[in-house]
DNA sequence: GTCTATATATTGATAGAC
DNA sequence: GTCTATCAATATATAGAC
């Protein structure tokens, strides 16, 4: 890897990165393996020599962003030191991260009834340990009284869901920007959970 | 129609009633047209005779689906006075309409990209009268100052997709009975909005 | 790493009998 | 309104050469 400009990505970083979008458009069922082919500029054939099926391609790409999606939870909540600030930073770093990269978020959270079995319980695995990270900062904030909920399951789930569906209204001729959402779903929530700042 | 009890539906309604569900567990994409036909007791040359193709079938039941939220929502915002209680029986309605129903929710929220452009404009008519009636009564109480949001039409965003997101969150043998998810999330709402009670 | 060619199964949809 | 039989297209995936 010489510090090329121009350096071209790995061939199979470009059949990732075709069916990504391919995914993202046509959904994985609505998705040949053609045309994830054709966007990654080689023959259907050639496919199969970085991936075994078009199944392990969509797992590959799951883990990978929802392992990302993990880090960025994890980052985002160790900004801050009271629970309303780490809380303030998680769902402005959740939405941000879902509009700005709502193409390959679109995969990772509504595509996954295409895994096998198997390969849905890894990925199950890694959502659950994203939701204990936002579940714990609120129940930390219910501890110190800083945050008010009946249900503080529930909050979370619905805390979680609504920065994700950005990525599905999220259209970049649209009227916001990414750090508009950001900063505009960061207020709802935190007044969700009568946030004391 | 004499008055059977048992009364059989006719068979287009069973087709459209298979077509619900495997479209809600399979996906529009992942679905066959057998197996459509073999969830309605018929074989597969039966379905054409009601409907002319699969595509079709989507659309009616997109269709029928958002003129049934539309109706939904108007009537319940017709529920109250002030716009305080009209946007808590929204929401509540509209959430518990969207875990009770979430096997058809899924269908009529999630697959209509599988629809034809012809066919997915006329939803979409549907589903901004459907934001149109949300985003009155928001509007309404920043009027009378029993609201306050800084965005109105983000807020009103937020909210309907929170509601359709229980659609896809939402399990029977959860730990959330559909009335207890709507309550929490008209509670959730009206502190979105600063809401004065 | 990539190709052409192809095996094999499944797809959406139709023909024509009853 | 439903069937059996079938067409034509497309699907995923593999074989074997370079």
Known sequence: MRGDVMARKPASD??????VSAFSELGFHGTSTREIASRAGMSPAAVYTHFSSKEELLFEIARRGNER????LHR???QGVTPPERLASIVYEFALFHARGHIGARVVNYELPALTTEHAQEIKALRRQMVDVVRSVIEAGLQTGEFDTPDPSMTCVAVMTMGQDVARWYREDGRWAPEEIAAHYRGLVLRMLDAKL
């Open 69 to 72: 999606f993990l880090a960025l």
């Open 76 to 78: 985002a909540a160790a």
């Open 14 to 19: 470009r059949v990732l990165d075709a069916a």
